[in-house]
């Protein structure tokens, strides 16, 4: 069975888009909610994993800063970006956490290819990447979180951010660019986004075999 597929109109809190994660990521785990990816988009701000290094906050008056919880670094989020909550159930998909992150990677290159897109991975360096002129730039950012095996947090894809908010931080800690489907030159919006998540999610899930 596919999980809930949840797109929030407008902008979404996030303190209270980690609250409600955390409430559903509880129901998954005693049988009250079903596994969900819930779409949002956030107001400008930035966000600390757990090894984040406060050297990699660059500008930290510019937009308010959270501490996430999840795996990785500073991440920017904003306007312009598709955030994806992805809760699942992996105790019942195969207790495999690399297996699960590689699926979310992979499912992040199918989709900007089915928007003629192409996207890859880049070995020891979590997220998608595009190459451009000027090198490799990173499109789409993974950042998870498994608890008690209920998957938390997910991705993020720039369609069309205001890139200039990227500079408050080190995105991720790596000194790669970052780019948008917009500054690549992709005309694709948010609802385009959104339409071809969704039909590349079967494909993502069949990676996670119990």
Not at 10 to 15: A, E, H, M, S, V
Not at 102 to 122: K, N, Q, S, T, Y
Not at 158 to 166: I, R, T
Request: hydrophobic residues 45%.
């Amino acid at each position: 069975m596919n999980p809930v597929w949840e797109v929030s109109p407008g902008l979404t809190d996030y303190p209270a888009a980690l609250a409600r994660m955390q409430a559903i990521a509880a129901g998954i785990r005693g049988g009250t909610e079903s596994e969900r990816i819930w779409l949002v988009e956030h107001p400008p701000l930035y966000t600390a994993g757990t090894s984040a290094d406060p050297a990699e906050l660059l500008d930290p008056t510019r937009y308010p800063v959270f501490a996430a919880g999840r795996g990785g670094r500073y991440t920017y989020h904003g306007p312009g970006q598709r955030v994806a909550y992805v809760m699942l159930d992996l105790a019942a998909r195969g207790r495999d956490v690399r297996c699960y992150v590689a699926a979310l990677e992979r499912w992040i290159i199918d989709v900007l290819a089915d928007l003629g897109v192409p996207a890859r991975a880049i070995a020891g360096k979590i997220g998608v990447w595009v190459d451009t002129s000027a090198g490799p730039a990173k499109i789409a950012a993974i950042g998870v979180r498994v608890q008690r095996w209920v998957s938390l947090h997910g991705i993020s894809i720039n369609v069309s951010p205001q890139m200039a908010d990227f500079g408050g931080i080190v995105p991720c800690g790596l000194a790669e660019p970052v780019t948008s489907l917009a500054a690549y030159g992709c005309q694709a919006d948010m609802d385009a986004l959104d339409e071809a998540m969704w039909c590349m999610l079967p494909a993502m899930l069949a990676r996670l075999v119990a």
